[in-house]
Every structure is written in C-alpha cells, then in structure tokens.
C-alpha cells in the first residue's frame, strides 16, 4: 500500500507536448510510471512520446479510463486545467505549475467543494509543488526519481528542493518512503498538512511520518492540533524560515509573516506540545528519524 | 504589490468609491507650488509611504492656510518616517498627496482579506476605525466583524446590510455603505488584490460617507492580467531585487555578511536558518530557480557581490533535474569570469555530485567544499571569522596599488 500513487495508477499529463510537460513526463515514464496520455488542446489526434495526444480532458480519461491527472499548463491557463480534470471525473489531480493566481485558486476550491458535496470527491495536490512519488511504483512530478527508496516513511512538505534534502537524507539513513507529496508553496492550496496525515495514518505501509513546514499561514498549527488528537504515528518535522524577515514573501507566496499569524516560533511551539520531534538543524533530519525509528523498524522486520 | 494611497484611490475613483477632493500628489523634486490648491481648505498633507501607523510619525498633516499646506509639503518630502510596520528601518517620503481635510464624526476599520483557511475572501471591519487593526485584534477581538465572501457569488445585498448593522451605520449612509462594502468586494476580486482596507471609512459631521484612506495589496501572480498594474513601479522592490528578477532569479536582501546562492525557495529559507545555527547572518536570500545555466549562475554571484556587506558566498545545490556537474562548471566558469575575491564554499549534492565535485576540484579554483549543508554553514561562518573577506583584502589591494 501508499497513497494517493501506485504502480497502477493511469495518468494523463496535461501540456504533455510543451517543453516541460514533455522532459518530465519522459522522466516519469522512464521511472515505470504509467503515462496513458497527453491533453492539449489543438493537437487531439497527434502522438507524443509514444502515447496518444487528446483535445480534451473528458475524451481522454473516456477513451484510457485515466484516474490521475499531471498539470504542466502556464498560469494563465492552468487553473482552467484543474477543473477540467475534476470535471473529466480525474481523482487525483497533481498541479506542478507555479505562479498560478491566488483568486483562480480559490475559485478552483469552491468547484471543488461543490463537487464534493455531490457525491465526487476530487484530490488536489499543488500548485507549485513537486509533485508526489510512491518509491519504486510510480511518480508523478519533477523530483529526482534516483534519492528515493521504497520503505515506511511518510514524507510530505511545502518546498521542492527542501524535500529532496530530507528525503535523501532518510535514503542514506537507511529509511524508504512509503509515499512522498510536496503539497506546494502557495496560500491556497490543495491538499494540507491534515488531510495528507490522515492518509498516513490509515495507509498499513507507513510507520511514521517527516513532515516539512515553513512560514506563513496555519497548516502546521492545524496539524499540530490533529497530531496531538488523532495521530497514531510518530511524526517528525522541519519548519524553514526562522530567520526570515517579517513582511517579506521568501519565494513562496505562501512563505510569508503577517502580523503576529505564522511565525517560526508559533508552528514549533505548537508541533513541540503535540508530541511532534522538531528538528532545528536541517542537516538532522535524517540522522534524527534514523536514530529513533531503526530500532523499531528492525524489530518489526523480525 | 502594495500600493501607494494615491493609486490605491485612483482604483477606487474609477469604482465611484466616495472620497475626499484631491489636488494631487508632489513628488521630491518638484517645488511645492506645482499643487493647484483650490479655492478654499482646510487642506491635508500626507506622506505615501508604505506603511500603516504613518499619521502618529508625523506623516500626515492638516493646514488651516495655503502657507501653511506649502509649508507642511516641502517639511515632509524627504522627511524619514518610522512606525510600527517599518521593522525598525526608516522610510522615505518621496511623494505626498494633497487632499482637502473634513470633520469626523465617527471612524470605521473596513477591509477585504483573503482567508487562506477558508480560501475564499473575508471582509473584515469593526465600528471602531482608524486605529491598528492588529491592536484592535489583540485588546478587543469581540468589536472585530468578519463576513466570508463566496468567490463566485461575490457579498450578497443580505450580507451588505447584515455588515451594516452590526456596524450601527445610521440609517442615512445605510445604502451608500451597502453599496461600498459590495463595491471594494468587487475590487477585491477584480483587480486581484490580496488586500484592500479602508481605514478609516468616516461618517463626516455633515453626513457624507467617505474613504479617507486607501491601502491596496496586489497578487504579482496575477499581473499578467493587469497591464496597468504590471506597468507600475513596485515600491518595495530594491534595485538589486528588480535586476534579480529580470533574469528569473529571487533576491531579497538581508542584514548579514554571508552571501547565500540556493536552488529552490524552500531550501534557501533552510539554509539562512543554517547560517544562523552555526553562528553567522545571511546577507540575502536567492533562489536561483529550478533550471539555472552558467549565465544564471555568473549573475547570481554578480548580483551577491554588488551588496558591499558580503565576506563569504554559500553555495547550497540540490541537484534534481539541475545536474551537480552543469552547476559545478557554471561555478567555475563564473568565479574565472567575475575574479571572485570572497571565500567561497560549496555544497553540492543529488544528481551527478561526483562528477561536479570532480569539476571543482580539478579546476584550481580557491574553494571549500562541503558534504552537509550544516558544514558548508560552518565552514562559511569560519571563514568570515578568519577575515578573508574583500574588505580587509580590498584594502590590502588598495592600499598596495597606491606605492609608488
């Protein structure tokens, strides 16, 4: 088991045939993920990369009963990409483009609940993001397939880059990922810090859970408060951005320190009281989780 | 983008928000007289800066005479101003508008904020205006009203008035105010703002509903949108961080002296955090983006260099799709190019990192490598504390040119 991403997940990439759509999906397929299909709109009919090139979302997950959807679309057109994938009756639906506007992601949220509401839950993960990855069954995005390892770790974080540090300091402490999800560095988002700990939780495969944070907003609260109710897992985290200056926006859109709300100290102190292991040195993380994890781990194998 | 109070109005002219007349804005430079002052006042004189709490540090000032309105124009340009949102650094006035003063009767906070939680816009206000908002929150959470807005529906007339009431708006203003609270929400959704405040929203002694101030937030993400605002000067932007920006590369600049090249936004946060964990201060963020060449990485390094502060450059590369190697000959080729003087210290890891380790190695350059983030910090911090930084070099140089 793993969530969100397995090795029979069937994916259509949308903006397959662009430069980016086109580099990461080869990256993708050639880690064994299986790619059905591209969406752009003008080139139904084409082939690219060997799959078949839809005009539509709806006639493509029609035609390959495609469940999970990859969004390479530019900003200006990526938030229509969302929607028509959950309207296609897409699952999973993974958004790697950044610079998407705010208000299209909130528009994109209020379909979504809607759609909820009516019977067809829809996953969202992103935008900008990394994508997610089940080590050794399938990926979905643009982190570097080689740092993973399959095994029991949950990994799920706000930033690419901060993720592959983690992750490969767990690869080379011996610990696999059950599952990896960067759910992205925007203010409106899909999937948060909850909702990926409640799969954690439920998924059999993982054992305990690296969590990375930054600043701004309040999903490491709201996860801090359901860790300290109902997870069952042990969880270790990172929060980035202590030194960040106030009012400035590092990068991210969603990095950023309002008033007295989504301070550095606040989302620590608040994972500290529920229970969560707080790393301060990023170098840490994996020697951390390594040195109170490996013991269990083993006994468990036993 | 935040904007000045005068663009903020601008917007809010052409939404047929009520406001005070304005005679127009001086710039530094400018003398004074440019402004055509009417035929009678009082008149207010008021700084635009970006920052609230600005009438308390003497940025905002009534004159009963023109003199009086001429003399307060020319005391403010370039005055420095500092208050509670200004972090401790002080702001320069270099544009102040002029605008005719009225009598107050009462003062309303009324504002549209994006609510991240909810993920929808919240109109946020309280019968209690022209004070910060934050104190407000903090000593008297219960006269705060909040109002969630449906994106697509936008405020309905029910919520309107329901708002106006609550705010005990005399039945007179009560459809002006209705009017105004649907309108700024419109605003909010139109211009793509992350923020657009009111305060105060006054009630005069003579009756008339008014927007005395302006404060608008825009969503960079969105200004392909919004020719006009995407053609505005960003006041917040440095020099150094619009050139940055040209060129696809994220710089804000820092207090410290340990220049910092990183890819990926996330990473970069952590490795300023790192920076200070082993004892030093980071001079900036940068985040060289997720494809960075040779020419990307020279300019980084250019751009790091230009801030005089600098005495050691960290170099922190996760390599994914970037490869170590592509980065590690990028490096080299930059520090030939730019005869960097600074102690440099590199960490690189993920894709092809024996090969780009190999590179710097053989190259000759003057350089410490690192193998965890958490050394290259300690090592950057060492070498600052060594004084190998251009300064006391810069000198030496200097001071060796200069015999005969």
């Not at chain 2, 400018?30 to 540090?57: F, I, M, N, T, Y």
């Not at chain 2, 992350?194 to 305060?199: P, Y």
């Not at chain 2, 505005?232 to 150094?240: L, N, R």
């Not at chain 2, 350089?367 to 060594?386: G, I």
């Amino acid at each position: 088991m793993s969530i969100l991403l397995n090795k029979d997940s069937k994916i259509i990439v949308h903006g397959l045939t662009g430069a980016q759509g086109s580099f990461h999906a080869q990256q993708c397929m050639d880690y064994g993920s299986r790619i059905v299909a591209g969406v752009t709109p003008g080139k139904g009919g084409d082939r690219h990369l060997e799959v078949p090139v839809f005009d539509t979302a709806a006639y493509a997950v029609k035609t390959t009963g495609a469940d999970t959807s990859l969004i390479f679309v530019p900003p200006p057109f990526a938030a229509d990409s969302i929607l028509e994938a959950a309207y296609a009756g897409i699952k999973v639906i993974i958004c790697i483009t950044e610079g998407i506007p705010v208000l299209d992601m909130v528009r994109v949220k209020k379909h979504l609940k809607r759609l909820a509401s009516e019977g067809c839950p829809v996953t969202l993960v992103g935008p900008n993001c990394p994508g997610v990855i089940t080590p050794g069954e399938c990926k979905a995005g643009i982190m570097p397939g080689y740092i993973h390892k399959k095994g029991g770790i949950g990994v799920v974080s706000r930033s690419g880059t901060l993720t592959y540090e983690a992750v490969w300091q767990l690869t080379n402490s011996g610990l696999g990922q059950s599952t990896v999800i960067g759910i992205g560095g925007d203010p409106v988002q899909g999937m948060n810090f909850v909702d990926t700990l409640k799969l954690f939780k439920e998924d059999r495969e993982t054992r305990a859970v690296v969590m990375i944070g930054e600043i701004g907003g309040s999903a490491e609260e709201d996860a801090a408060r359901f860790i300290s109710e109902h997870m069952t897992k042990p969880v270790f985290a990172f929060v980035a951005g202590k030194t960040a200056p106030p009012g400035r926006r590092m990068g991210h859109a969603g990095a950023i320190v309002e008033g007295n709300s989504g301070t550095h100290a606040s989302k620590v102190k608040a994972l500290k009281k529920a229970g969560v292991c707080v790393v301060e040195n990023l170098s840490h993380i994996g020697g951390t989780a390594a040195a109170k994890l490996k013991p269990k781990v083993k006994a468990g194998k036993k | 983008m935040k904007l000045l109070e005068y663009e903020g109005k601008d917007i809010f002219e052409k939404y047929n928000i009520p406001l005070l007349k304005r005679f127009g804005v001086v710039r530094i430079g400018d003398s004074a007289e440019s402004v055509k002052l009417g035929d009678c006042g009082p008149w207010v004189v008021k700084a635009q800066v970006l920052a609230g709490g600005r009438g308390k540090a003497g940025g905002v000032k009534i004159a009963k005479t023109r003199d009086e309105a001429y003399t307060h124009i020319k005391n403010m340009l370039g005055m420095k101003i500092v208050t509670h949102q200004t972090s401790g650094t002080a702001l320069t006035v270099e544009e102040v508008l002029v605008e005719s003063a009225c009598e107050i009767e009462r003062e309303i906070y009324l504002s549209v904020v994006l609510d991240r939680k909810e993920a929808a816009p919240v109109i946020i206000a309280s019968a209690q205006g022209g004070v910060s908002i934050e104190e407000l929150a903090r000593t008297k959470p219960e006269l705060i009203v909040r109002t969630p807005v449906d994106p697509l529906a936008g405020l309905m007339d029910f919520q309107a008035r329901e708002l106006a009431f609550a705010l005990k708006i005399p039945k007179k203003n009560l459809r002006d105010f209705t009017e105004l609270a649907k309108t700024i929400t419109r605003i909010f959704m139109e211009v793509d703002a992350s923020l657009v405040e009111i305060n105060p929203l006054v009630i005069t002694k003579d009756g008339r509903l008014l927007a005395i101030d302006a404060k608008i937030v825009t969503d960079d993400n969105a200004l392909f949108r919004h020719k006009d605002l995407a053609a505005k000067p960003d006041h917040e932007t440095s020099e150094i961080e619009k050139e940055a920006k040209e060129i696809g590369i994220n710089y804000i600049g820092l207090d410290g002296n340990i220049g910092c090249m990183v890819n990926g936004a996330g990473l970069a946060m952590a490795t300023l955090d790192t920076v200070k964990l082993a004892g030093g201060n980071a001079a900036n963020f940068l985040d060289v983006g997720g494809g960075a060449n040779v020419e990307q990485v020279t300019k980084a390094f250019q751009i790091i260099l230009k801030d005089a502060k600098v005495k050691a450059i960290l170099v922190n590369i996760f390599g994914g799709i970037m490869k170590c190697d592509n980065i590690a000959a990028g490096i080299v080729e930059a520090t030939k190019k730019l005869k960097l003087n600074v102690p440099l210290v590199i960490r690189l890891e993920g894709t092809n990192v024996k090969e780009g380790k190999a590179i710097l190695k053989d190259s000759g350059i003057k350089l410490d490598t690192a193998d965890s983030l958490w050394e290259a910090a300690q090592k950057a911090v060492a070498a600052v504390a060594r004084g190998e930084g251009r300064g006391e070099r810069g000198e030496g140089a200097e001071r060796g040119n200069s015999l005969p």
